[in-house]
Structure formats: structure tokens, C-alpha cells
């Protein structure tokens, strides 16, 4: 994605991150990347996420207990440190990204309903050869979900946040299987090893997939299951 928007065409691949999890597993994929082609090392990659930045520089950089063990530590260690990489911090260091030198950048929030992301799909949204890439679930009702339903069905057009119909020119890519939750097997066996749980609330996630973990809770491990309703208050003794 970002050989053909960056290098090739010269434009911005913007990556929407959650600032915990999420942003460094991407920043370990770019450095992989980066390190088999040099000529990727042409292209900056910028992280507009305060929180993402306050993160990755004092927990993941500092946290090597919590390293794989598959991984060399030290090699882990570099990417926070890495020429390439370059954190923003105020909000005219943001601004100044909307131009049109070749770049990466990763900004929150993940599901493009809040943050700076939304003043940079104004910016590349609408701008050919740029790249959008969606790296999570993004639910309902969110920007997210709207572009990605727009792009599936072929509209040129979407509403943004700001409320700006915004023409859809740049490519939208959706990456699966980076999800940080567990799937409905290993959220059952979860269950099945914590003594004492009497009820389970389940409030997260598409009605279908609430509905099937439901009703497998219930019949494997004969728990009592909540799904709320929005707006509901569930008092917790």
C-alpha cells in the first residue's frame, strides 16, 4: 500500500491506529518493512497521537519484561528509536502534515470518530493517489464504518465528521486479522477457568456476534448473560 501512494505516486498513506496496541503492532510491521527496502527509509513516518506517543515512549519502550521471547529485545528496543520515526506533539505540528510530500502517517482514533485523524481525512481523503487504511473494527454509527461501507458500494461521496461531503478519491484499504480481543472460544475457556462467576455482561461488539457468544455462554457454562440495551444502567453489588 504505502509503495504505491508513497513512492510511487509520491502521496500520504494515512493509517488509522488505536494509540494502545495497535500503533506499535503497525510500527513493527513498517520496521520490518523498512528494514528489507531501503528505499523505504526515503519516506517518513510521522505518529499524531499524543496518547499513542505518551505510550509507545514510556511503557513500550521501557517495558522489555513484556517482550515476546521470540523476538531479540534490543531489536524490539530500535523501533522506538528509529531515524524514520517521528512523534508529534502540538496541534500546528499536525496542521503542517496536510501537504503533499510522500509520507506514513499513523494517527488515532481507530475508528476515525474522534482526534486528529479527522482534520487528516479532510486533508487526503479527497486527495488522488493518497492512501487510507483502516487496521480495526470500527463499529456502527462511526466514520469508520461509514467509509467503509461507502468505499464497499462504490459511493464517491461521504459525510465527514466536520460535516463536509467529502469526495472519496484516495484508496481505502481495510487490513483484518489484527484484532487484540479474544474470539468467542477463547472467551468461553476464559470463563471456564474463573470460580465463582454467576453473570456475564456482554456490551461490545456487532448484535449478531453478541447474540451467538450469548447463547454458547449459556448453554456450555450455564452462566447467566446480559446484554444491555443502550442507555441501560446495570447495578453491580
Known amino acids: 500500500i504505502s509503495e504505491e501512494s508513497c513512492m510511487k505516486n509520491g502521496k500520504t498513506t494515512l493509517i488509522a491506529v488505536f494509540s494502545v496496541q495497535r500503533l506499535q503492532e503497525i510500527l513493527y510491521y513498517l520496521y520490518k518493512c523498512y528494514e528489507k527496502n531501503q528505499e523505504f527509509n526515503k519516506i517518513p513516518i510521522y505518529v499524531d497521537t499524543p496518547m499513542g506517543k505518551s505510550v509507545s515512549e514510556t511503557v513500550y519502550a521501557k517495558s522489555e519484561e513484556f517482550y515476546n521471547d521470540d523476538i531479540d529485545k534490543e531489536y524490539l528496543k530500535g523501533i522506538f528509536t528509529w531515524d524514520a520515526l517521528k512523534f508529534t506533539e502540538s496541534p500546528a ?5 496536510a501537504n503533499g510530500k510522500a509520507k506514513i502517517i499513523l494517527s488515532s482514533a481507530g475508528m476515525m470518530q474522534a482526534g486528529r485523524i479527522v482534520n487528516h481525512i479532510e486533508s487526503f481523503l479527497p486527495a488522488k493517489g493518497c492512501s487510507v487504511v483502516l487496521t480495526g473494527y470500527c463499529a456502527v454509527g462511526t466514520f469508520g464504518r461509514k467509509l467503509i461501507d461507502c468505499w464497499a458500494s462504490g459511493k464517491k461521496k461521504v459525510q465527514s465528521i466536520m460535516g463536509h461531503e467529502l469526495n472519496i478519491r484516495a484508496n481505502v484499504y481495510k487490513l483484518e486479522g489484527l484484532s487484540g480481543h479474544s474470539d468467542k472460544n477463547s472467551t468461553i475457556n476464559y470463563l471456564s477457568n474463573i470460580k465463582g462467576v454467576k ?21 456450555k457454562l450455564r452462566l447467566n448473560v446480559i446484554v444491555p440495551n443502550e442507555n441501560q444502567t446495570i447495578r453491580l453489588k
Open 93 to 97: 505540528e499536525s496542521m503542517s502534515l
Open 199 to 219: 453473570s456475564v455482561i456482554l456490551n461490545h461488539g456487532e448484535i449478531d456476534a453478541i447474540e451467538e457468544l450469548k447463547n454458547d455462554i449459556e448453554n
